[in-house]
């Protein structure tokens, strides 16, 4: 999606150790314009497919994924959480996951009543890297039942394991930017 | 406004302790058309006030902060984050937080290129009860210098004290829901 790729290099910062900072427009302040066109853009890939609800993780994919929502019939959005909470009781599904950019492990929790066997669901999450958070969900998913209907990534980072791997296992991963190799001491970005 | 109080009575649930628990709609599972309508009315609310930015808190605040956006004229959405990550660095504004729902302290943190002395910034949450997370949002906001134009709620524990101190202190306070009474034992819910 060039309008994504356009506004990585102009917003986006590359640091050494393959850190990509978009906290400008996606992570920490949220362009929803962008947001807008890209669930627009999701919503063209996956045309077609049934989706009951898209699931998604907290915190930076909830505004993608409220937004992306609006383009797919106003299905509901379900955001995992990743800490234990008193307003969370009853039976949830669990998968552990560890987080590069926290640098912890931490659990993916998603509550079995927003969960139906059956349901078709659209995942969504703002970076792929090496697919730990994704296949938490998926975990999740597989416990619960649920269809997969696809995967939309706002930024992959394609020289890391996470896409290769889901696509090989048969998931249809949209990602919108894909960076093929960046460069944290020239601060350069290439995409796929 | 009425459809909240109506989905609260019809899918919330109160349990002991104050607890209400809006899972199925507002903090987990979201239901993007009540936001749609919560973020409309916030914009019939605070019609007329510049409001350059919204500022929230991860993670529930984030999708009813992005979709408002959309009535604002699709403003920026800035969300202080909860925990330190290598995403963050550079200068950062935070503040101390206690978390009943949590049950833990946890600090506030935004980048202090996302709020530029001056910007006219509304403020919005998921909830208020005790106002300490939002007294966090505020400290930062006088730290940076920005004008609080309003705080939009979708649901306030009118019998805890975060409202009436907020509206005391002069904030323009609007909550889309303001529970009087609840009864965690017979599960009833009574609104102002």
């Not at 649920?146 to 990534?153: A, D, L, W």
Request: with cysteine.
């Amino acid at each position: 999606m060039k309008e994504l790729e356009d506004r990585i290099r102009r917003d986006g910062t590359v640091k050494p150790g393959d850190v990509l900072k978009v906290d400008a427009f996606l992570n920490h302040q949220c362009d929803v314009t962008l947001f807008n066109d890209m669930g627009a853009e999701w919503a063209r890939i996956f045309a077609g497919k049934k989706i009951d609800k898209i699931l998604t993780i907290e915190a930076s994919g909830i505004g993608i994924a409220c937004i992306a929502a609006q383009h797919f019939g106003n299905v509901p959005v379900v955001f995992a959480k990743k800490s234990q909470s008193i307003n969370l009781d009853g039976d949830q599904y669990s998968a552990k996951v560890y987080s590069y950019t926290k640098q912890k492990e931490f659990p993916v929790i998603v509550s079995k009543r927003f969960l139906t066997e059956g349901e078709h669901v659209l995942l969504i999450d703002d970076f792929l890297a090496n697919g730990k958070a994704m296949h938490g969900l998926i975990d999740i998913c597989n416990e619960a039942g649920v269809v997969i209907e696809g995967i939309g990534i706002a930024i992959e980072k394609g020289f890391q394991r996470g896409g290769k791997e889901l696509r090989e296992a048969g998931y249809n991963v949209a990602s919108l930017a894909i960076v093929k190799a960046m460069d944290g001491d020239k601060g350069t970005i290439e995409f796929a």
